[in-house]
């Protein structure tokens, strides 16, 4: 079992560029949510993907969009990069119809210059 | 929405003393999380505590919950120096978004 996927692991973006973050989940599991978290801060909630729809979607603006694909993977989306999104960004797997506990990837360090 | 509070946000211990690490959330919380973060690395799952009274020991970190006084802790006893990372509480409702606290950095010292 590969576990939880993310993809790239390291980005490197110009302010006002547009990025695409990836995410595979664990086998089994049905839900991606997506966090941010800032250097020496907590993780913070984006949103949440079931059933190819957002579910929830935490305190971000519409900068941030995001997909999920029939096969559970998921997508985030940024668009007009500030230099204040350079973060970690996490993707968070789990299963809402088995009621499972969250499992987080990698991550994805982005930076934007 | 819920509010994660953790204490301290730093702490600096010399190897095998005890410790503890305080989390405290502002309403009911169906799941309490803790997690280890090493730098520039993912969150590694310590315990799950899903029930009040609910204790949780792996190795050398024991965490406890007290949903009456919405208090999670977790505990270190005789510290050695791989413990040295950054500890998250984080509750959610179940299904739904995690709430993390802003993490404790722990540096043990030989």
């Known amino acids: 079992d590969a576990g939880v996927t993310q993809s790239p692991t390291h980005l490197i973006k110009t302010r006002g560029q547009q990025v695409t973050l990836r995410c595979s989940p664990k086998?089994?599991?049905?839900?991606v949510s997506w966090y941010q978290q800032a250097l020496g801060q907590g993780p913070q909630f984006i949103f949440q993907y079931y059933e190819e729809e957002e579910r929830q979607r935490g305190n971000f603006p519409d900068r941030f969009s995001g997909h999920q694909f029939p096969n559970y993977s998921s997508e985030l989306n940024v668009n007009a990069l500030w230099l204040g999104d350079s973060a970690l960004y996490l993707c968070?797997?789990?299963?809402?119809?088995?009621?499972?506990?969250?499992?987080f990837g990698q991550g994805t360090r982005l930076t934007v210059v | 929405e819920l509010k994660v509070e953790q204490n301290p946000l730093f702490l600096s211990m010399q190897e095998g003393k005890n410790y503890t690490i305080y989390c405290n959330y502002s309403?009911?919380?169906?799941?309490l999380y803790w997690y280890r973060q090493d730098p520039g690395k993912s969150l590694e799952s310590l315990f799950v505590l899903l029930s009040n009274g609910a204790v949780k020991q792996e190795g050398r970190l024991m965490a406890s919950l007290d949903t009456k006084a919405r208090l999670s802790t977790l505990h270190i006893t005789a510290a050695v120096h791989d413990l040295s990372a950054t500890y998250f509480c984080?509750?959610?409702?179940?299904?739904?978004?995690?709430?993390f606290g802003t993490g404790t950095s722990l540096t043990v010292i030989p």
């Open positions: 309403t009911t919380s169906d799941r």
């Open positions: 086998s089994g599991h049905d839900t």
């Open positions: 968070a797997s789990s299963s809402l119809r088995g009621n499972t506990e969250a499992f």
């Open positions: 984080a509750g959610s409702y179940t299904g739904n978004q995690f709430y």
